[in-house]
């Protein structure tokens, strides 16, 4: 059973933990360190050949990946970094790159807007009301759009302590998520109208938790079914 008072997002945010992690400043397009190696395939490849192609990667670091990509997308493709941190380097802005600083439990693109696709490599582990998230996120895809990221289910635990994996990924596959065990990916293609239904309240997070697969700390959220 958890010992470790839980936190709302908002103090979450003020961890170190949270707020001063360096998992994903320094990842490239592609290569060793790269979005094309975490992911299984080349963002800019999947991108390739659409008119105004829309990308939107979350905890985007540095936002290297997405600078690079602005060099070998056409011109009107819209490029949008989200991160708690934000950029710290002094790099310049290509054009149609944004990275936003700001929280992902309170940030929404601007009306309207989708996008073919949607990343998030390893930065699920850092957010406490993952499936609120996660259920937004649908919202924000076009119609033939693809979001990925790295999920680990066994940061969900019950009020008592005790994994909830189970439960949580058989919710997220109901409700039209796919997950690769092997890779740690959740993916969703499509777009939807409303967030899908993830039946679940979210009670809080545990900063404290220990490291996930990779060996770097995460955050454990804690929810109980509805």
């Not at 790295?150 to 997950?179: M, N, T």
């Not at 092997?182 to 109208?193: F, P």
Request: charged share 20%; net charge positive.
């Amino acid at each position: 059973m958890n010992q470790q008072p839980l936190l709302r997002d908002s103090e979450l945010e003020r961890t170190s933990v949270v707020a001063n992690n360096t998992m994903n400043r320094e990842r490239g397009l592609s290569g060793v360190n790269s979005y094309a190696r975490e992911l299984g395939f080349d963002p800019v490849a999947r991108l390739a050949g659409l008119e105004r192609p829309s990308w939107l990667d979350l905890c985007s670091g540095e936002g290297h990946a997405l600078r690079t990509a602005a060099g070998l997308l056409p011109a009107g493709a819209v490029l949008t970094g989200v991160d708690l941190v934000g950029p710290t380097a002094r790099l310049p802005r290509p054009a149609g790159a944004e990275l936003v600083t700001a929280s992902l439990s309170t940030w929404t693109p601007p009306p309207g807007r989708r996008y073919d696709l949607i990343t998030c490599v390893h930065g699920l582990h850092y957010l406490g009301d993952k499936l609120a998230l996660l259920a937004r996120v649908a919202t924000w895809l076009r119609s033939d759009g693809l979001f990925v990221g790295h999920l680990d289910p066994d940061s969900f635990r019950l009020p008592d302590g005790r994994s909830a994996a189970r439960q949580v990924l058989r919710a997220l596959r109901g409700a039209g998520y796919g997950y690769d065990a092997r890779r740690h990916l959740l993916r969703h293609e499509g777009s939807a109208d409303r967030p899908p239904s993830l039946p679940f309240a979210h009670l809080g997070a545990d900063p404290h938790a220990g490291p996930t697969w990779t060996g770097q700390p995460g955050v454990a959220t804690y929810v109980r079914p509805l």
